[in-house]
DNA sequence: TAGCACCTATAGCAGCGTTATATGAAGTGG
DNA sequence: CCACTTCATATAACGCTGCTATAGGTGCTA
């Protein structure tokens, strides 16, 4: 197709809107900033994309695209719902790395006219959930858990990328990403031959207890045991490792 | 201040505003269709608002508070888990009532210059979370849970803002509520004023830490200690009057 | 050489947000 | 009743935006 000499104007005009977008904050780029940056003039552009949104929807689907890939290069790990975590981190991830792309993905919602490549991640996401669902973790459809995954996961990387960076705190999007995989698979227990850390679990449950304790006292446990039994149940309560 | 008469300019603006954006669906709005719907010039816009951006915010301050104002008049109900339920329930219908308003405070997010409400929202949010928090209900603290309720709720509301709203499914919804709020708070199978046992969700609670730590033996307790542990384990599992 | 696609450039339109400047109206002190 | 400030509105225009009607190369096939 093309040596290394200079790219096409095409390609030009990508890689142009793609640098601009980046680096100009969040802030609008224009048509003119582009051509002028690809050494173009504007009907070029035009005639390759036919519209601004067209080049933008293009630049998109290019880091989309890449994003997808390293998607599908992860979810080997014959974990389904271990792999569902990863694929959770891996979109945040491209959200903060891209945040620019990111908001012309999911942030621009507008009924219609959204960039399909919304669709194909939700796809893409159900068929991981499928091969959940076959190993039987799911306790909701496919294609609900995707939804509600999706949504999720949108709203945590907005939010993420919405405060200034220094703040961030990816906590935020460890805990809302437990919750809903909680809400939409079962508890993974049974397979603890490979399962190195099942220990969220037991955090989860020793919170639930330690939570439930407080509300009502068991007069299975004399007050002396019960204190004791509480100040352990606070130890596993805090997670160590991860 | 004002007779019914005429509205002043200023309010004309507003209201034009607000009706502009509500009906042409997402599609920008300009200062020119504004002004001549208000039947006044573009300086008086700007001797007002002294930006178009500030119009805007004027008009989702408007909805916003009504929308506060709403939440306020809601949260008597004493039991704070319904409560989070009923607010989330509340953002949702908002986002779905005024979709073009919700997407310049949650879509629009930028960097800096982001609408103050979402903070004050998150406030707002953070404050029923203290009250639920304070009933020891919550598992995690109020500004993280906030935080994340927030982040869930507004995925959601983006997401069902976005496809037809003929095939809106509010179950996504209430799914993902579910989730978020199991995740944050204990759950606190109803214990209204008279019962005060609750024995059932600490019974609940045990058997699942049980099952849990077969499974992965937490590093923090020594195994002398675990083994007592888990002997007040099952003492507390075993229901008293069975 | 002619014809034909394809690609790019010149020049310009209508619309945008915004503003420098000027005019009107309304209250206040002399 | 007049000067005076103060606020609110209007006229006209600037620089920018996305976009395009039209025309001019360029390289291929015949």
Do not use: C
């Amino acid at each position: 197709m093309k040596k290394g000499g200079e790219p096409a104007p095409k390609t030009r005009l990508l890689r142009a809107a793609a640098a601009l977008l980046a680096e100009s904050n969040g802030e609008p780029v224009s048509t003119r900033q582009i051509t002028q940056a690809a050494r173009v003039t504007a009907p070029t552009l035009y005639h390759h994309f036919g519209d601004k949104e067209g080049l933008f929807d293009a630049v998109v689907a290019e880091g989309f695209s890449e994003y997808l890939d390293a998607e599908r290069n992860l979810s080997a790990s014959g974990q389904p719902i271990e792999d569902l975590r990863m694929h959770w981190d891996n979109h945040v991830q491209f959200g903060l790395d891209h945040p620019h792309l990111y908001l012309v993905m999911f942030g621009n919602i507008r009924p219609e006219r959204r960039p399909s490549m919304v669709a194909s991640a939700e796809a893409f996401l159900e068929e991981v959930l499928a091969r959940a669902a076959a190993a039987a973790r799911l306790v909701v459809s496919p294609h609900e858990a995707a939804r509600s995954m999706l949504a999720a996961n949108v709203g945590v990387t907005l939010m993420l990328i919405a405060e200034p960076a220094a703040k961030r705190n990816l906590e935020l999007s460890a805990m809302t990403r437990e919750a809903v995989i909680s809400a939409v698979a079962t508890d993974s227990e049974g397979d603890p031959t490979t399962d190195t850390e099942g220990t969220p679990s037991v955090v989860v449950a020793a919170i639930a207890l330690n939570a439930a304790l407080q509300s009502s006292h068991p007069d299975q446990l004399s007050s002396s045991e019960l204190k004791l039994f509480l100040e352990w149940l606070q130890r596993i309560s805090t997670r160590s490792g991860s």
